[in-house]
Structure formats: C-alpha cells, structure tokens
C-alpha cells in the first residue's frame, strides 16, 4: 500500500497476476495497481466519472501484449485500461477490506510517499 498524495495505491504480487481480456478489448491487460480514491463524500473521488458521478476505487490494467511494463504503457497507443469500481457504502462488511482500512493499517501510511509492504490477508492486523 503506498500513498502518492492522491490516492492510495495497492499493488499485487507479481507472483499472482491478474489479467483481463475480451469484450470490447483487442489485447491483453494486466493489472498494475488498484487505486483506492477518497473524497470529501463517501460516493466520490476518482479521476474518471460515469454520467457526471465519481466513486471510490479504480484498476489500473496495462496492455502486456504489447508492452513490457506499465511505464512504458501508459504512453503508448492501447497502452493502459482502466476499470472504475463501483463501490457503495454499506451496512454489510467485507472482512478483509475492513482489515485492510482500518485506522491502525492505514494510519501507517498517512503522509505522501509512506509505503506499507506485504499486506496479504492473513497478514494484515
């Protein structure tokens, strides 16, 4: 987890990755980071809307049939997809999500630039 003064951005192991393709995609996109955006409420804050609304979380994929990172991806034709996540408040809970944002794990990278590392589920307290 690594918080650029923007968003706070998770990035998966590079051992378990994640791909996506079909639809209305030509190649194969892999996931680079999730980013998690807070805004002033709870419905909004990231850079891409759907009919004028925000919501909170987005998955930065980069084209891997084409290029061999994301650096070099994202400026490039067909480099990078990007799936906004809609994400709601509720009464019900996520159990990892909750271990994941709580005050004591996400407090610990409260400032631009601080970086948590090897946040797994069975990991995080």
Do not use: C, W
């Not at 996931?31 to 979380?57: A, K, M, T, V, W």
């Amino acid at each position: 987890m690594y918080n650029t003064g923007k968003h706070v951005s998770l990035r998966p192991d590079k051992a378990h990755l994640v791909n996506m393709s079909g639809g209305p995609l030509g190649y194969s996109y892999r996931l680079e980071e999730i980013r998690l955006h807070f805004g002033s409420e709870d419905y909004q804050g990231s850079e891409h809307l759907l009919n004028g609304q925000g919501f909170p979380g987005e998955l930065i994929h980069y084209n891997h049939d084409l290029y061999a990172n994301y650096s070099e991806a994202v400026r490039s034709p067909h480099g990078i997809a990007v799936v906004t996540i809609f994400i709601k408040l509720s009464e019900n809970s996520n159990t990892f999500l909750n271990r994941m944002l709580n005050r004591d794990t996400i407090t610990r990278i409260n400032y631009k630039r601080k970086t948590l590392f090897a946040l797994h589920s069975n990991q995080i307290s």
